[in-house]
């Protein structure tokens, strides 16, 4: 999610990044016999690696296709690396390929200008970062919602590592966030906290849901989380910026396309998973069925797959 503007690496990342590649791993396996039928019929697919970045959502778009460009005869790859400049150097030095799902908000710039990266455009999802709180909040404080009215509240959400403020649970290192600068520019008493991953959240709006305990934190659509939990926004201005690193903290963040890079090898290569990555375009909810599975104890592979087998009419729309 940089639901997430997150800052990487310098060039110098680039070798541990060509050293992860080592341990990289490939997506799901598919028939045989459809696996050769596809790739009899048009050129030879080449070798392409996918940068993995650390959200759920993100995984089930990858796996997808994963699944689908193993099925076209490609060897696909896939290694973990942070988001955003430590993925576009990589994709630059040539040890990666494809970025699914960049909320950057055109922060690849410079590597698109000078043509180390591809933008390919939309993959039909749209994204907007948060900050959430459970339904049994809004419900009980209906005026919380509106994020002028939070320094009413921020006593409920005390915590030992709040410093005597309401805790303002922050996103995982590495994603886009400008959480900070909403707090100042607000004058908000709370502090920020970052909990260090996805799940951590997850758990944090689980419990403040179950156990009905006051919780505030970083969220993001898309996200099934949001319907299962039935999770409800606080609303600051409306957003006038597309870039988190000029964002000054007054206005709330903004709802954007989500973006397919690429790089030049895979942009320009013409063969099937080329042709795959340009095409493909899915909706929020089709992520949102796939990283359920996933969360739900499925495989990545097991639930990329279920849900190409359900929808072949669109898969088959991808490859033409």
Known sequence: MTGKTKVGFKLSAIAGAAALLLTACGGAGVDAGSTASAASTGAPCGSYTIAMHAWVGYTASAQVLTNVGKSLGCDIKQVKLDEAKTSYDAMESGTVDLIVEDWGGG??????????????????????????????????????????NLNKYADLFKTPES????????????????????????????????????????????KGTENKTPVIGYWWTPHYLLAKLGLVRVNFPKSTWTDAAKADGTTDYPASDLEKLASK????????????????????????????????????????????????????????
Request: proline residues 4%.
């Open 107 to 148: 922060r690849w710039k410079d590597w698109v200008d000078r043509g180390a990266v591809v933008d390919l455009g939309s993959d039909g999802n749209v994204g907007q970062i948060g900050m959430y709180v459970p339904k049994w909040m809004a419900e009980k404080y209906p005026d919380i919602t509106d994020a002028a």
């Open 163 to 206: 410093k005597g403020k309401g805790a303002w649970l922050e996103g995982p290192p590495g994603y886009t966030t400008i959480g900070e600068k909403l707090i100042s520019a607000n004058k908000l008493n709370y502090t920020a906290i970052n909990v260090g991953s996805e799940q951590a959240l997850i758990d944090a709006f689980t």
């Open 265 to 320: 090898k895979l942009a320009t290569s013409g063969d099937a998973f080329s042709k795959l990555v340009t095409n493909w375009k899915w909706t929020n909810d089709d992520q949102n069925a796939v990283a359920s599975d996933i969360d739900g104890g499925m495989t990545p592979e097991a639930a990329a797959q279920k849900w190409i087998d359900a929808h072949a009419d669109v898969v088959a729309s991808w490859t033409k």
